[in-house]
């Protein structure tokens, strides 16, 4: 799972507190913590005593998701969602360990050799690992994953910054499993950054082997002209093609789960494959098995709609309900009988986003002063909207860093709700209101403007709508005039990316690792289509991020990492509102259950139908049905 931060597809909604094991436990406190303990990394619960006759004995776990992914482009994609199920489709030579909060091989054998200088990760494969068409996974198949997404003209703007570090990668004629990366300098990902990116078959994207003809010298040379080179080029025109994300047909993931299925507005569907090379291990981790037949990802957008589907027992896991429905259903008997829940903390966080950069054009310039970004952080009631919205358990932040983190800045502190500070700022910028319409105005290059500002949001949530409403309403006290708009999911991020907006809530997933600023907060991020998207950063700030990323010693990072925090916390791009806890929801008719501070917060392929696998039975069938 990525372990950087990237915007994901919807808000979350939930309250932010460590709860033990055990199940549908709500304890009405906050545990007050600044880290997570090392023993306290997942919860595992007991399988249920007994199977009730009405729970449905079909193998197929039907998952409940509020977002749809963008796509399954093997590099050109950036929500959550999706990589979420590329977990599933797709194998990487290191995987995100969500229940230990670290990283563990996946088609590697061990994790890598480290030389003396600490550039040289050697990694040898798995040879059990095979793709679809019974090819075994080889070095060359991670090379051209490597050379794919550092290629110039692949579009993955967001995520090639990723790929940066690669001086090279060495393969050994005598060994097709093994092969070498070369860093071109200590970076906190060197090891992490495998995590994140599914390995792709060679002969599949590349029947001519085409970047085998380019070495990384090349790509990391920026006077290569590569889009001069036709053959370079006519590569990448058919590699981008979104018809590699988007028809079914074409996907082609090593993983044991392959997607037979996909209603953007209704469900994606996983099907166990056949035969696959995970199933003959004789020792297979929680990552390797597929116990669930089918894995349905249901989406299901309206709040009442979600209580029925979990009245009707019509969807056995989700992390995605709002607090308010949740507690609801805990008061209900059936519920409590058929489900297990536990809330836990997590490492994303909703936010909302200001233009610092706007044209003058397109969009007016609002929030190039400071004074009114901080201004428009004053009017936002977050203690209200988490009591209204999270019964008052929500976890605030005052920086881009989670609270859980060692790095996090603890001497920031949170913006309060002060309207009149707001007015004060607003008449120091200039903004006033000079014709008694209740809404400030200013002159700007010779126009009467009014401070009415478009506020996007992702359609189709009912609380953040609420939200939004909430904030609207408290803004207007101080003279703005907020124009909500919803937006669905994808369009919203292409509007984003093209800066197209004054305002924007969203949300932010992270995770328990070392993160790497560069794509959310470094000025190139602005410009070459990262996610930069409000404008942030400057020379000083960009040397920081460089520094931040290239310092791998925890205690050396620590102060600049605080610094980070400062400069965005004074220059406000962000208005921090809050962490929810996730809600892990899962039926008892399943066992395996375990439940992760990690994202997404839940292993669906480890969860064993008791019915047919039995109480406490590890991962084999109760007979040779797994076919």
Not at 176 to 201: A, G, H, Q, W
Not at 369 to 388: L, N, S, T, W
Not at 496 to 524: C, I, N, P, V
Request: hydrophobic letters at 40%.
């Amino acid at each position: 799972m990525r372990r950087h931060l990237l915007p994901i597809a919807c808000l979350i909604s939930g309250i932010a507190f460590l709860s033990s094991c055990g199940g549908n436990k709500d304890s009405g406190a906050e545990i007050d913590v600044t880290e997570i303990s090392d023993k306290i990394k997942c919860i595992k619960l007991d399988d249920a005593d007994s199977i009730l006759p009405e729970w449905s004995k079909e193998n197929i776990l039907i998952n409940h998701v509020v977002g749809n992914p963008d796509n399954f482009h093997p590099t050109n994609g950036a929500h959550a969602a999706r990589s979420w199920i590329l977990q599933y489709t797709s194998n990487f030579v290191l995987r995100s360990d969500i229940m230990n909060m670290d990283i563990a091989p996946d088609l590697a054998v061990a994790m890598p050799e480290i030389s003396a200088n600490k550039l040289e990760y050697t990694y040898t494969l798995r040879k059990e690992a095979r793709w679809d068409d019974g090819a075994p996974i080889l070095a060359e198949d991670v090379v051209f994953m490597l050379k794919a997404n550092k290629c110039p003209l692949t579009n993955n703007p967001i995520t090639k910054v990723y790929f940066d570090n690669i001086k090279n990668v060495i393969t050994y004629p005598n060994d097709p499993y093994k092969f070498t990366i070369v860093m071109k300098r200590e970076y906190i990902l060197n090891i992490s950054f495998l995590t994140d990116f599914p390995v792709m078959e060679r002969k599949y994207h590349d029947p001519e082997n085409v970047l085998a003809g380019y070495t990384f010298d090349q790509f990391n040379d920026p006077n290569f002209k590569a889009d001069k080179d036709a053959n370079l080029t006519a590569w990448a025109n058919n590699f981008n093609d979104p018809k590699w994300g988007n028809d079914l047909s074409l996907l082609n993931g090593s993983g044991p789960y392959k997607i037979t299925e996909w209603s953007r507005d209704q469900a994606l569907i996983l099907e166990r494959k056949k035969d696959h090379w995970t199933q003959k291990l004789a020792s297979p981790t929680v990552y390797d098995v597929s116990l669930p037949e089918k894995i349905i990802f249901k989406l299901v957008l309206d709040p009442n709609a979600q209580k029925l589907e979990f009245r009707s027992q019509t969807v056995d896991a989700s992390v995605w309900m709002a607090t308010p429905l949740v507690k609801e259903l805990m008061t209900e008997a059936d519920f409590n009988k058929n489900y297990n829940i536990e809330f836990t903390d997590n490492f994303s966080f909703n936010y909302i986003g200001l233009n610092m950069r706007p044209d003058g054009v397109l969009r007016k310039k609002f929030f190039d002063d400071v004074r009114v970004r901080r201004a428009m952080a004053y009017v936002v009631p977050v203690d209200e909207i988490i009591q209204a919205i999270t019964f008052g358990y929500a976890k605030r932040q005052a920086s881009i860093v989670s609270p859980l983190k060692d790095e996090y800045n603890k001497d920031l502190t949170l913006i309060p709700l002060d309207i009149e500070a707001a007015k004060k700022l607003l008449d120091e910028a200039g903004w006033k209101d000079t014709d008694g319409d209740n809404v400030r105005d200013k002159v700007i290059d010779g126009v009467k403007t009014d401070l009415r500002i478009e506020f996007k949001h992702q359609a189709g949530q009912k609380f953040v709508e609420d939200v939004a409403r909430m904030i609207k309403e408290s803004a207007y006290k101080a003279g703005i005039d907020l124009i909500v708009v919803p937006v669905d999911g994808i369009t919203l991020k292409e509007q984003l990316g093209k800066h197209d907006f004054d305002m924007y809530m969203s949300a932010l997933a992270g995770g328990s690792q070392a993160e790497d600023y560069t794509q959310l907060w470094h000025t190139s991020a602005y410009t070459s289509g990262g996610s930069n998207y409000c404008g942030f950063g400057s020379a000083e700030t960009d040397a920081l991020l460089d520094s931040i990323k290239y310092t791998v010693d925890p205690v050396a990072r620590r102060p600049l990492m605080m610094r980070l925090q400062q400069e965005i916390y004074d220059q406000q791009p962000y208005i921090f509102l809050y962490s929810a806890a996730r809600k892990n929801i899962i039926h008892k008719r399943f066992g395996n259950q375990i439940m992760t501070f990690d994202r997404p917060g839940v292993i669906l392929n480890n969860l064993r139908l008791l019915s047919l696998y039995g109480p406490q039975g590890g991962s084999t069938l109760k007979d040779d049905t797994m076919h």
